[in-house]
């Protein structure tokens, strides 16, 4: 199994600004991927980080809110821009092998004052 | 739309009980069903299902999959206080996850 680490674990910001989360897989995923889960509910799908090109995000979630970087196979970047307390939550990426399991990071609980 | 519904969503049992948790789903381009354990922040891997009727075991965690019923469930047997967490059902179609609201799991000793 893939072995993922994100950056920072934790962090509290004031609202307007912006927090850059790092993931860093252990060997090769074909995919990555950034969830978010807010307060007592179950994790929710931002996007798919795609290698080199622009990430593609699902329903609710735009680029300029949440950019996202993959530059090379094993490493990702999620941003939270403008943010706001109804940004405060856990998110984690994803790493998926050719053999379908995904494996998550340890997360990353962001609260927004 | 795609759907994972997980039953109950709650329950409460003592050590040395057995717990069976469901997962159902209604979802296009179905590849596979994932079950995670969850808790803390990130959630570990237990089990991926892709074919009917084969159980998968690891311990006292055992898991199976209905793809005519769409169904899966997940049995815990001989329940430790360890296994207090959230479980969290989770379907791959297309090339994503959608993911069941979890269901909790309070052992008591």
């Known amino acids: 199994s893939a072995v993922i680490s994100q950056k920072p674990s934790r962090d509290i910001c004031q609202r307007g600004t912006s927090l850059t989360i790092q993931c860093q897989v252990d060997?090769?995923?074909?995919?990555m991927f950034w969830y978010r889960q807010q307060p007592g509910q179950s994790l929710t799908l931002i996007a798919t980080?795609?290698?080199?090109?622009?990430?593609?995000?699902e329903s609710g979630f735009v680029i300029d809110k949440f950019p996202i970087s993959r530059p090379n196979l094993t490493f990702s970047t999620l941003t939270v821009s403008n943010m706001s307390p109804e940004d405060s939550s856990i998110y984690l990426c994803?790493?998926?092998?050719?053999?379908?399991?995904?494996?998550f990071g340890p997360g990353t609980r962001l609260t927004v004052l | 739309e795609d759907k994972v519904v997980q039953s109950p969503l709650s329950l409460v049992v003592h050590e040395g009980d057995t717990v069976t948790l469901n997962c159902s789903y209604e979802?296009?381009?179905?590849?596979?069903l994932l079950w995670y354990k969850q808790e803390k922040k990130a959630p570990t891997f237990l089990f991926m299902l892709?074919?009917?009727?084969i159980e998968k075991k690891s311990g006292r965690l055992s898991s199976i999959l209905d793809k005519k019923e769409l169904f899966s469930i997940l049995n815990i047997t001989a329940t430790q206080t360890g296994d207090s967490a959230v479980y969290l059902c989770?379907?791959?179609?297309?090339?994503?996850?959608?993911f069941g609201a979890g269901t909790t799991v309070t052992v008591r000793a």
């Open positions: 994803s790493g998926q092998g050719i053999g379908d399991e995904q494996f």
């Open positions: 060997s090769q995923v074909t995919m």
């Open positions: 980080a795609n290698q080199g090109s622009e990430a593609t995000y």
């Open positions: 979802v296009t381009n179905f590849r596979s």
């Open positions: 892709t074919s009917s009727g």
């Open positions: 989770a379907v791959l179609h297309d090339y994503k996850l959608s």
